[in-house]
Structures are given as C-alpha cells and as structure tokens.
C-alpha cells in the first residue's frame, strides 16, 4: 500500500508544482482571452486528474471530493478567507484543526505529533510531512476522514455531517456530486440567458423595489417581460432543488448551481414535463413558460403583465440572501451573443 501511494503521488506532486503557475479561480466564469481559456481548462484538467488519482488511491469517488472541495470554495467566497491561489485544492483547515487544538506548536507538520494531538492533517504524498498548504496532503486528509465511514451514499452523508455537523452543508455536497457524477467534468460554470435571445423581451434593474402584496417586502429580482409562452431556460448547470407553486410566484422552479447560488424563475405559465425535483440540468434546456401565474391560491393568474421573474440567491452555509440578479443577466447576454457569432470561443 505504501508502495502503491508513493507511486500515485510522485504524479501529484507534478501536477500540484504545474498548479503553481495557473491558479484556482473561485468563480469559474468565461474568459475574455484564449490564453485565459486554455489556463482555466488546465487548471479543471490538472484537479480532474488529482481527483481521480485520490479516487483510486482510496476508492472514494472522484466526483465526492470534487464537490467537498467545491462546497469549501464556495464558503471562503462568502467567509473571506482567501481562496488557494497557488493550488488546486480549496478544502480549509485552520491550524488548530491541523494540527490539534491542543498542539503547543499550531504549525506543526509532523504526522506522529499530529496523530498524538487528534489533529486532522495527514502526509498525503509520503514525503514525512502534513503540510496544510500541500494540495496533496490537504485532499489527503479528507479522504482519510470520510473513508472511515464507507465510501456508499449513505456512507458519504454520515460522514459528511459527522465532519460539519450542519444538515445545510451535508444537502449542498450531495448536490454537488450529483451534478459531477451525471456530467463528468469539473468544467460546468458557463452561463445561458434565461430567455432565448431570438425573442422578444425587455427588462431593468429592479431588485430592492418595494412589493406590496401580502405584505411590505423588498423585490428580490429582475423581471424581464415577455410574452406568453415564449421558453424559459435554465441559466446554469445545477440540480432542480424547488418544483411547484408559490403564492407570491406562482409556478416556479430553483436551481441550484455548483457556486452555491439558488436560481428562481417565477410566474411561468406552466412546466417542462421532463423536468422533476433532483434532475440535472444543463444552460439553456427549456424549464417552462413564461407567464403571469401568482399572487394567489394554485392556479391564480393574470394579475400582473406576463414576465419572467429571475432572482438569485446565495448561501453561506447557515442561510441565504438576495443579490442583484440585473449585472449578471446583461454580463450572460453579452456572452451567449458572443458565443454565437464566434462558435469556436466556446
């Protein structure tokens, strides 16, 4: 076994030195240059073949590490901490966690003390070391960790809260392996507008609008209006999270994307069929209709002009919030107007 590890990780340690040059963007959103696109596909190639080299060292599925590691991502997005510039791995451990909250030395790197102290930190790549800035040593560990549970779904999901303790978290990772698991890459943050750009539609900056009905409460959205029955498409590669009705928004869909962000599309006039709670979707695969559902009991519309309301939420963790959805929509426009005219950009 030791053997088998040392020759596994003399190829990581390679990858991880390349990683050095290239960076881990915490939003993988399209680039503006083809030396930026062929640097962001190597950076999603050289984690890709981390990931799976792990995957065979301790059988757990490539994609379940992709998706702790994405999840911690994205919270040091919304905590602050600064993302791994420098590598290929964002899972987090303060120092304490490394090395033991008891350790005398917070930077110890030696796996024996470390073991002694309870510290989670772990040499990876057999060099005699557990350094917590070695993308190696850091996936290491947390696949050490989860194994202790199994490597089976269920298995996954206790071992995933026995390490957050946080039901949150626990649905998150899940979601995001599923995502991984259906699509097979890691490459899966380009973005679509949610109405083809062949339609007619017109829309502006109107989240944090006062909204009466049911109540004083803020706009947590844009409404892009259109008419009846022109498509609503999904914005992003994720999981459909919400299926049903809203008395606020009528028919309506969420998605969650692989950057923790909820998509709401509300007031359709009705769903695609094919389409239900758990299935993964793609950028511009039809969701709906758009329509003027809401405000009411099941079925209620009419109250309002036909539009879609597109809003967008973002979660740290132990709850969500709203952002201005308005940036993003003409930023995505733009892009899907590019991809068109120059087809080999994508």
Not at 167 to 182: E, G, M
């Amino acid at each position: 076994m030791a053997d088998l590890r040392h020759g596994l990780f003399r190829g990581l340690l390679v990858f991880t030195c390349a990683a050095l040059l290239l960076g881990s963007p915490a939003y993988a959103a399209p680039v503006k240059s083809p030396s930026d696109a062929r640097s962001l596909k190597e950076v999603f190639i050289e984690r890709k073949n981390l990931l799976d080299q792990m995957s065979a060292l301790t059988g757990i599925p490539w994609y379940y590490l992709a998706a702790v590691d994405q999840y911690e991502r994205t919270m040091k997005l919304v905590r602050k901490i600064p993302l791994n510039q420098y590598g290929l791995i964002d899972i987090h451990y303060s120092d304490r966690e490394w090395a033991g909250i008891m350790n005398p030395n917070p930077e110890d790197a030696n796996p024996q003390s470390i073991v002694f102290f309870n510290g989670k930190g772990m040499d990876g790549d057999g060099d005699g070391l557990a350094n917590r800035f070695n993308d190696v040593d850091v996936l290491y560990s947390m696949a050490q960790f989860l194994l202790k549970y199994g490597i089976g779904p269920e298995d996954f999901g206790i071992g995933l809260w026995e390490y957050y303790h946080n039901t949150r978290s626990v649905q998150r990772i899940k979601q995001f392996a599923d995502i991984y698991a259906a699509l097979d890459r890691l490459d899966l943050h380009q973005k679509a507008f949610p109405l083809p750009l062949t339609s007619t539609y017109s829309y502006r900056g109107t989240w944090g609008a006062s909204r009466g009905w049911g109540g004083y409460r803020i706009h947590e959205g844009t409404d892009i209006f259109a008419g009846y029955g022109v498509p609503v498409r999904s914005t992003c590669y994720g999981v459909i999270e919400v299926k049903g009705w809203n008395r606020y928004g009528g028919w309506r869909m969420g998605i969650r994307d692989l950057n923790n962000v909820y998509h709401y599309y509300a007031h359709l006039s009705g769903f695609n069929k094919k389409w239900k709670e758990g299935d993964i979707i793609q950028p511009g695969e039809v969701i709906g209709w758009v329509g003027s559902s809401g405000y009411g009991r099941p079925g209620t519309s009419g109250k309002f002009p036909p539009h879609l309301h597109y809003g967008v939420y973002r979660d740290n963790g132990l709850t969500e919030w709203s952002f201005d959805p308005y940036p993003h929509l003409r930023k995505w426009e733009r892009e899907e107007r590019y991809r068109k005219k120059n087809p080999a950009s994508s």
